[in-house]
């Protein structure tokens, strides 16, 4: 129960979660924060624009409260929130809490994949989010003169390029800014709509649901497809989830229900309010709220909340990424601390060049915010499905909520989702295909590598010779034993390293001591120092030392084995010798992987990042034996 309850992260007093829920405007609130600028133009002037007559108004107006309380209030806020593996969210912590629960091994592996699957689509949320937003900020400026409309598109491209090129010097020093102007934001946001609002205060019972019953009842089939630009208000709601372990639950629920939700809302009323009075607002309701002469202004304000927005998808892109290497799904990549002092500041340069060359084709594709809202929502949709499944499990097995409390919350909960996603697959062949393509993609690779590490796990203990027989034998043919620690990397601890046999067979010695070091990764975000290594002191010299990370340490192989001395093992780096294998794959006819998985998976292990650097361990300690493993 203590992994699923809110950590002590809920026990912050009032003066430490204002500044707390400050900072977390700039992070967490940015994607949805953002949404106000195109979600009223995209259902009465989109794909599927919904007339504009005063009941169609009240009933969207009523549709978007109502969505923005269900979704994001209530599933996320105030149940899905308090599922926290150790203070972490996010769809890789609830899969992690759903599996703890699970005790068939084909339930648990269809929940992984599903799981996997909700991850991999974030990455095409990742590429859409920047896309849309800074397109529909820029486009701002068509409304202060359509002279500027050529320059929309190269000015779009300069800045989300810009955006990406400074990835690598981190955010450390501007990210301080982003809750001020966030903060800002929504002040503006809310001013403006309600400026409208007191114009038209008859849009304040919009929040009735009866005009959201009505709308559906008018419209019917073509009310029902509206939902799908409807769903553009709540996009970004998965996001409070996932950087929870930022900033506690407490400081987010503070930040959104005490300004994020009224502004957000009495945005989209002052839109609505301005449409009623001038139907022909709806080619751009959000700039229309804003008086001519700080048009250019809001103009730039809104592209800065919007690359805020962006920045807080793609340092999620790098996270997510990092926690796919640690927990086994992704080969090793070239990761980058930017932050002597924030530990999750990490640049991947692989991903970010990914996004920046899919951003493009994206904006040169689709050239308008309005042709990529059809992109929108369905890997959101689809994400949040998954969040919902996952929670039933949780709340039916690890909170031990009876059967029908478990049933009326999937009910509820999945109807609502269901809804968004079936109206948005209509727009698959309008541009939605892109997010799924790119999310089976990226899934695809993520269980191709799990797969084929297993393969090759399992090639190699087939191959192992046991260690107990190994240091029995040393005892009736000993080998020259010279000074010093020699370290072998594991990932069988009861087999003999190719390494070590390697060493033996070549140079005819073994240190001193002999090191096998078997790290496991737990589904955990963090695992503390005291628990972080196990030693087992072996015979003739053997020791075993376990260590352990969670999915968002940064693992130090040095720095744990120095960790060691207080269990009797004594370490000194200039006297130790690290040995690694570097193995070259070789197709097998009767692999048990496919044959187009085991070239796929040949190619990206051909391609990870050196063991060596990615356990930080230095060039000039390490000894490298190649070998070749037919798969």
Not at 157 to 176: E, N, P, W, Y
Not at 360 to 388: C, E, K, N, P, R
Request: with cysteine.
């Amino acid at each position: 129960m203590s992994t699923v309850l809110a950590s002590g992260q809920e026990k912050q007093s009032q003066k430490e979660v204002l500044p707390v829920a400050l900072a977390a405007m700039g992070v967490v609130f940015g994607d949805i924060g953002t949404s106000p600028l195109y979600t009223m133009k995209e259902v009465f002037s989109g794909s599927h624009a919904v007339p504009v007559t005063p009941d169609n108004v009240l009933g969207i107006l009523s549709l978007v409260f109502w969505a923005l309380t269900i979704v994001v209030s209530l599933k996320y806020i105030m149940y899905i929130m308090r599922a926290d593996n150790r203070g972490e969210g996010g769809i890789m912590a609830l899969t992690s809490l759903a599996l703890r629960t699970n005790k068939s091994p084909r339930m648990g592996a269809a929940m992984a994949a599903l799981g996997l699957f909700g991850a991999a689509l974030f990455y095409g949320d990742g590429v859409i989010t920047p896309a849309i937003s800074v397109l529909s900020a820029v486009e701002g400026l068509e409304v202060v003169t359509p002279a500027f409309k050529p320059y929309v598109l190269p000015i779009s491209l300069v800045v989300l390029t810009g955006l990406f090129l400074i990835q690598s010097k981190g955010t450390a020093r501007v990210g301080a800014i982003f809750g001020p102007v966030m903060l800002f934001w929504f002040t503006t946001l809310g001013a403006l709509g309600a400026l409208n609002v007191m114009r038209h205060p008859d849009v304040l019972r919009a929040i009735n649901p009866v005009y959201a019953v009505a709308f559906f009842a008018n419209n019917q089939w073509h009310g029902f497809l509206a939902l799908g630009a409807v769903v553009l208000a709540i996009t970004g709601g998965e996001a409070l989830y996932a950087d929870m372990g930022h900033f506690g639950r407490r400081p987010i629920k503070l930040a959104w229900f005490g300004y994020v939700f009224p502004a957000l809302y009495l945005n989209y009323l002052g839109q609505g309010a301005l449409i009623l009075d001038n139907p022909l607002a709806v080619k751009s309701p959000f700039y229309l709220l804003v008086p001519e002469p700080l048009l250019l202004p809001m103009v730039a304000l809104s592209t800065l909340a919007t690359i805020i927005a962006s920045q807080a998808v793609i340092s999620g892109a790098f996270s997510l990424t990092k926690q796919a290497v640690q927990l086994g799904y992704c080969p090793r990549i070239h990761i980058i601390h930017t932050s002597e002092k924030e530990v999750g500041q990490i640049y991947v340069p692989n991903v970010n060049w990914m996004l920046l060359g899919a951003v493009i084709a994206l904006v040169i594709g689709f050239h308008s915010s309005s042709a990529l809202a059809s992109a929108y929502g369905i890997a959101v949709t689809l994400t949040m499905m998954i969040d919902t499944v996952l929670a039933f499990v949780v709340v039916r097995a690890l909170w031990q909520w009876t059967l029908g409390q478990a049933i009326l919350f999937l009910a509820l909960f999945f109807t609502v989702d269901f809804a968004f996603f079936t109206a948005n697959s209509v727009k698959i062949f309008d541009g939605g295909w892109f997010p799924l393509a790119m999310g089976l993609a990226v899934h695809t690779l993520l269980m191709t590598w799990k797969k084929g590490r297993a393969a090759l796990t399992e090639r190699m203990r087939v191959d192992t010779m046991p260690l107990d027989l190994f240091i029995q034998s040393m005892f009736h043919d000993p080998p020259i034993r010279v000074p010093g620690m020699g370290v072998f990397m594991t990932t069988a601890p009861d087999g003999v390293p190719r390494a070590l046999l390697h060493n033996l067979l070549h140079n005819k010695v073994l240190h001193a001591r002999v090191v096998l070091v078997n790290v496991v990764t737990e589904d955990i975000p963090y695992v503390p120092d005291a628990e972080r290594v196990r030693v087992e002191e072996l015979d003739f010299g053997f020791y075993r030392v376990f260590v352990r990370y969670g999915f968002k340490d940064d693992p130090d192989i040095p720095a744990a084995l120095e960790m060691c001395e207080t269990q009797g093992l004594p370490f000194e780096l200039m006297e130790t010798s690290f040995f690694l294998g570097r193995e070259t794959l070789i197709p097998r006819v009767g692999s048990s992987l496919n044959a187009w998985r085991e070239r796929l998976f040949i190619l990206m292990f051909r391609n990870a990042h050196s063991a060596a650097e990615f356990f930080c361990i230095p060039a000039n300690r390490v000894v490298e034996f190649g070998t070749q493993i037919e798969l």
